[in-house]
């Protein structure tokens, strides 16, 4: 089943949850004038998620296509979302661009610099760089500057059919996450850079009041803090016990 829940003034989180890994997969789509698309969903989901976005605005009306950085549940389905919207376009990180996203997309992108700014009618985007962060050096998250909504990906990363949104701690579900995926064959999930702390410090400084996660429910809240907690929970799970070991 995919779910779509208004999270903030015209953005849209749209869900599907997959049982068999115990985890949501989300996109964000923002109404406005010239709307856009955080994270396309795998290439598997594109019929259930277009289906989703035809029930808010006409798919084929998309205009800009973003996403952190370049994975499959980020990117996968980009090339059918350009299909569909022939005035579509990417916008990502000049790295993303140059080291995978013009090779593997049928138009080209837009890039955007560090705190460069989208607009997208009524509403502004300013795009973030945080390479790294949650991974890949080709890393980018938008922030809406009007209602204070910040795009984070993968940060807050919950497992479970959780909410839709919740003004509940959510650094505790993050925290079993993270300890997870270090004890499971795939460790190393978010790395811990000399820049890490940061790039998280500078988002806490934006003062989001609601955090868009990719995988679980959407904060609503003191999002500065929230963010100040996890760049310290990071630093206690990634490098704290890590030399403890």
């Known amino acids: 089943m995919t779910s779509i829940t208004e999270i903030a003034p ?10 068999n890994i115990n985890l949501q997969f989300i996109q964000f789509l923002v109404k406005d004038e010239e709307p856009l698309l955080f994270h396309t969903g795998l290439k598997k989901l594109f019929p259930q998620v277009r289906d989703a976005v035809n029930q808010i605005i006409d798919s084929s009306q998309i205009r800009w296509i973003s996403f952190s950085h370049f994975e499959a549940d980020e990117c996968g389905s980009l090339n059918e979302w350009l299909s569909i919207a022939p005035n579509a376009q990417t916008v990502c990180t000049p790295i ?68 839709p949104i919740t003004e509940s701690d959510v650094i ?6 993270i300890a997870n995926y270090e004890a499971s064959p795939f460790p190393n ?15 806490a400084a934006l003062k989001p009041q609601t955090l868009a996660t990719m995988h679980g429910s959407t904060f609503v809240g003191d999002g500065e803090h929230a963010l100040q907690d996890l760049a310290l929970v990071l630093h206690e799970e990634l490098v704290t016990k890590q030399k403890e070991v």
């Not at 996203?101 to 502004?124: C, M, W």
């Not at 505790?172 to 996450?177: A, S």
Request: hydrophobic fraction near 30%; glycine fraction near 4%.
């Open 189 to 203: 999930y978010i790395p811990y850079t000399t820049h890490s702390d940061r790039i998280l410090q500078e988002l």
């Open 172 to 177: 505790e579900r993050f925290r079993q996450t």
């Open 96 to 163: 993303a661009a140059f080291v995978s996203v013009d090779d593997f997309a049928i138009r080209p992108s837009t890039t955007l610099q560090h705190n460069e700014v989208l607009n997208t009618g009524k509403y502004r985007f300013q795009f973030q760089h945080t390479p790294q962060l949650p991974h890949g050096w080709d890393a980018g998250l938008f922030f809406e500057t009007t209602n204070k909504t910040l795009l984070c990906s993968d940060l807050f990363h919950q497992f479970g059919d959780v909410e």
């Open 10 to 19: 015209d953005i849209y989180r749209i869900s599907t949850y997959d049982s």
